[in-house]
């Protein structure tokens, strides 16, 4: 079965920091790009950021309300991909989800999501 | 940065109804333009890609057509459980950006 399981959100003051995790399973970890949504509470799907495979030089893309604080990486052989987040602000909270887009060898496109995780931005 | 509106951002229709949602694009983005249906609670789920491909293993009843700027996804024979909130997304140019959803009830 394909999977995405997001861990890691947590309470956290402004200005912290937080890595969240982002484990796959079922499928050729490697050849796919993932993709960072978040969802703040009772609000839009918002997409934050992108990184591609190794075939793709592992490129990354970022939405402007968090590029220069967040950072994706990923790290193949643990079948796991990273969203880094500094300097977080109140407006960082809600549920961050996980989704895979792949072109090479098999094309498919946002259709496996992990369940999200909450990060919580609060003093 | 591409804006997508939705429209309309909430409506009301009987089971068995057929329903159109429309995304409107910006600026011309050829058929880079995805739909998620997501129910309170629970992650978004795919339905359709490129415009007008289904996701493997959603029901026919669901389809998507457009291109350009204008795009709409359409639901038939309503049932109970398409009760839930419907997304666009344009992936054409970074950043990828959603539409601000419409709100679907089944009366």
């Known amino acids: 079965e394909v999977q995405l399981v997001e861990s890691g959100g947590v309470l956290v003051q402004p200005g912290g920091s937080l890595k969240l995790s982002c484990a796959a399973s079922?499928?050729?970890?490697?050849?796919?790009?993932i993709h960072w949504v978040r969802q703040a509470s009772g609000k839009g799907l918002e997409w934050i950021g992108r990184?591609?495979?190794?075939?793709?030089?592992?490129?990354?893309e970022y939405s402007v309300s968090v590029k220069g604080r967040f950072t994706i990486s990923r790290d193949d052989p643990k079948n796991t991909a990273y969203l880094q987040m500094n300097n977080l602000r109140t407006d960082d909270t809600a549920v961050y989800y996980c989704?895979?887009?792949?072109?090479?060898?098999?094309?498919?496109?946002?259709?496996?999501w992990g369940r999200g995780t909450t990060v919580t931005v609060s003093s | 940065d591409i804006q997508m509106t939705q429209s309309p951002s909430s409506l009301s229709a009987s089971v068995g109804d057929r329903v159109t949602i429309t995304c409107r694009a910006s600026?011309?983005?050829?058929?880079?333009l995805a739909w998620f249906q997501q129910k309170p609670g629970k992650a978004p789920k795919s339905l359709i890609y490129?415009?007008?491909s289904l996701q493997s293993g959603v029901p026919s009843k669901f389809s998507g057509s457009g291109s350009g700027t204008d795009f709409t996804l359409t639901i038939s024979s309503l049932q109970p459980e398409d009760s839930a909130t419907y997304y666009c997304?344009?992936?054409?140019?970074?950043?990828?950006?959603f539409g601000q959803g419409t709100k679907l009830e089944i009366k």
């Open positions: 079922g499928f050729t970890f490697g050849d796919s790009g």
């Open positions: 990184i591609r495979s190794k075939g793709y030089s592992y490129a990354t």
């Open positions: 997304l344009q992936y054409n140019n970074f950043p990828y950006t």
């Open positions: 600026q011309g983005i050829s058929s880079y």
């Open positions: 989704t895979r887009h792949g072109t090479l060898p098999d094309y498919y496109f946002m259709d496996v």
């Open positions: 490129a415009a007008s």
